[in-house]
């Protein structure tokens, strides 16, 4: 018998385009724009990834090889030779494109192709080429989101699972199975509903009020839920259809209400294949010198980026081993995980990726936090084990893991570097990590006014973003120059900047009518039966022990800003408290965490009106006398952050204009 072909990469360039209508980048010159879709065949023994699940179990194409299709991103520039040789990958959220929103501070949006979409040209002017290949099995067409075709299983089978609902909005009546419509749900076996079971409870504590299986259905309403559709007399008719991939409450939901559905669920997808032809791709692009490969000869060095979600995928996938090819070389030479928390996605079969990681009042019944959670190797006191993000030296990443104030609070931020009773856990060299102090989960590159949304206080709008390119400048100088970032800044219970909430709650200012969170979001051990992770289990958690893991939070300072940790000049030059927390407001989990939101509450603007409210924080003209004064300030934290490499020339003048902006929403210029 011959030996076995080697796994097929098929590329297919659906779209060739001058990229910022042929605007030249600096040096690098202009850009070119590509759009396919990329096809993998491979054999089940040549996956090198000792972490894949069921690969016996998974639907064959022809030759009995596996297969799996995505869409592909390829931005790069048009001139050969003119890049500087790295290729960054981002591993999309989703679906969907992020990175020059973020690097660059260009527009948010899944199909760059205009001259905003560059932004300030700084991906561009260094020579990086930008690739984005779908991984996410379950996201659907639409929005431009890239897409990925996996398979099933051979032994597919209706398997008990449950899905969670909490809406904010009083008119919501139905829901995708999956919470979101541009993600696929696994439909329910039956349709009838005495075969499932809906509950619902005010707080994850309360007690379970059962919903008679007569007050809902596995059913959608189609057409204009407004009536109002444009005057067209036919559209505004309503349908309800039967469906089994959608519940309708006939009487709607109730905002902040956790509403629990278990029902049989088939049509499970091999979602590790997703990593599979990420993995593959990559490492086609990166080595294949032939001219199926339109990078060929042009990526000497890769990096890969995630956030949120997609940081969460990156720890999965280096854990499981996918940062190996089938050749066994290494795939990635850096990961940028950025907000995963100690989170991975820990995907198995009728796992709902597109969920967001469970939180203080929703989404327990998601395993986003499994241990191990630190990429230092370490024993779980509860269940015995040993185990490590980092475990395969010979094709581990060099990794900058970076977090908000908000993953510490909301995603259990403390475990990512210390052991599971909270001490302090020294990370391998090839490790960073960085608290971006202060700031919340999602910072919005486009700098605006706090709101409130269903929050007692405003929420956090501390902008993060210039800190981006100065990370991958760190990282990109560590591969190619062997020049190592500066050391990790981080809590720790050594020096007191890590603390219990107890702890915090005694060191926060006593700002008037401001409620502070009774505990952060707990992590117990969670039993979900010996066929987790290894394969085909069951959603439902077997049971729920009382042991728990220390979830420790950043020391607050005197103003009840983050102590610890890489300070913005925003927070260095405060004119606000900001936290990585916020409270539900009423009729919405009232007392509770509100989702990955900080909070931000402004200093009293003058002596008077901290005398007046009892504010013990100092106020603004007290601290900053003259708007020169508080520019200077800022401008100095700036500076700072550049000596130390954590921003570049352009991070530090985008912050110094942050800071006019951000001086301007509060009215200090009035002041």
């Not at 520039?77 to 260009?106: D, I, M, S, W, Y």
């Not at 809902?216 to 189609?222: C, G, L, V």
């Not at 599979?276 to 990526?299: I, M």
């Amino acid at each position: 018998m011959g030996q076995p072909s080697a796994p097929r990469i098929d590329i297919r360039i659906h779209s060739d385009e001058a990229f910022a209508g042929g605007r030249s980048f600096d040096e690098t010159g202009p850009y070119r724009v590509l759009n396919g879709r990329v096809h993998l065949r491979i054999d089940a023994d040549q996956i090198a990834a000792d972490g894949f699940y069921d690969r016996n179990a998974i639907q064959r194409v022809g030759e009995g090889r596996l297969a799996a299709s995505g869409d592909i991103f390829l931005l790069m520039p048009a001139g050969p030779g003119r890049g500087n040789g790295t290729l960054l990958h981002e591993f999309v959220n989703r679906g969907n494109k992020r990175a020059l929103q973020f690097f660059n501070n260009g527009l948010p949006g899944n199909r760059p192709r205009a001259e905003a979409d560059a932004g300030n040209g700084w991906l561009m002017q260094q020579g990086y080429t930008l690739a984005a290949i779908a991984w996410q099995g379950d996201v659907l067409r639409g929005d431009q989101r890239l897409t990925a075709e996996l398979p099933g299983f051979i032994d597919d089978r209706p398997t008990r699972i449950a899905a969670e609902f909490i809406v904010e909005n009083e008119t919501t009546r139905f829901l995708p199975l999956s919470t979101k419509i541009g993600t696929r749900s696994y439909p329910a076996a039956s349709m009838d509903t005495t075969a499932a079971r809906l509950t619902r409870r005010r707080y994850q504590a309360s007690e379970r009020e059962e919903i008679s299986s007569g007050a809902w259905a596995f059913e959608r309403i189609d057409g204009d839920p407004s009536g109002l559709a444009a005057g067209d007399l036919m559209a505004m008719e309503q349908a309800i259809v039967p469906c089994r991939r959608h519940i309708h409450l006939l009487d709607g939901f109730r905002p902040g209400w956790i509403y629990e559905l278990e029902y049989d669920a088939c049509d499970a997808l091999a979602l590790d294949m997703g990593f599979l032809l990420v993995s593959e791709t990559v490492a086609f692009l990166r080595h294949h010198e032939g001219p199926e490969n339109p990078l060929a000869g042009a990526v000497r060095h890769t990096i890969g980026w995630g956030r949120s979600q997609s940081g969460r995928a990156i720890r999965d996938f280096i854990w499981r081993g996918f940062n190996t090819d089938h050749r066994g070389r290494r795939v990635f030479d850096g990961m940028l995980p950025h907000i995963s928390g100690a989170g991975k996605t820990n995907m198995n079969r009728f796992s709902n990726l597109v969920v967001a990681a469970s939180r203080q009042h929703e989404d327990h019944l998601h395993p986003s936090d499994l241990f191990p959670f630190s990429y230092a190797r370490t024993r779980d006191h509860l269940s015995g084990a040993e185990d490590a993000i980092l475990r395969r030296p010979a094709t581990d990443p060099l990794v900058i893991h970076t977090q908000t104030s908000s993953e510490y609070w909301h995603r259990r931020g403390s475990l990512v570097h210390t052991d599971t009773r909270g001490n302090d856990l020294p990370q391998p060299d090839r490790v960073r990590i960085y608290l971006w102090s202060s700031s919340q989960h999602w910072s919005d590159t486009r700098p605006a006014r706090p709101v409130r949304g269903a929050c007692r206080d405003h929420q956090n709008n501390i902008v993060t973003d210039p800190f981006f390119p100065g990370t991958l400048t760190l990282m990109r100088d560590w591969i190619v120059d062997d020049r190592e970032p500066p050391p990790s800044l981080v809590p720790s219970r050594s020096d007191g900047s890590l603390v219990t909430v107890a702890e915090y709650r005694a060191a926060f200012p006593a700002i008037p009518g401001v409620i502070l969170p009774a505990e952060a979001n707990r992590l117990r051990l969670v039993d979900y039966g010996p066929a987790f992770p290894d394969g085909g289990a069951p959603v439902l958690p077997l049971g729920v022990t009382g042991d728990e893991y220390a979830v420790l939070v950043p020391a607050p300072d005197a103003l009840g800003n983050d102590l610890p940790g890489l300070h913005s000049p925003l927070v260095a030059a405060p004119l606000a408290t900001a936290t990585g927390w916020s409270m539900r407001t009423r009729g919405h989990g009232h007392g509770t965490l509100f989702s990955f939101m900080g909070t931000l509450i402004p200093l009293p603007e003058t002596v008077e009106e901290a005398v007046l409210t009892g504010d013990p924080r100092p106020a603004i003209v007290a601290l900053y006398p003259t708007t020169e004064i508080y520019s200077a300030a800022v401008r100095a934290a700036a500076e700072q952050l550049l000596s130390q490499r954590f921003v570049n020339e352009v991070g530090c003048r985008r912050f110094i204009e942050l800071a006019d902006g951000y001086a301007g929403s509060l009215n200090l210029h009035r002041l």
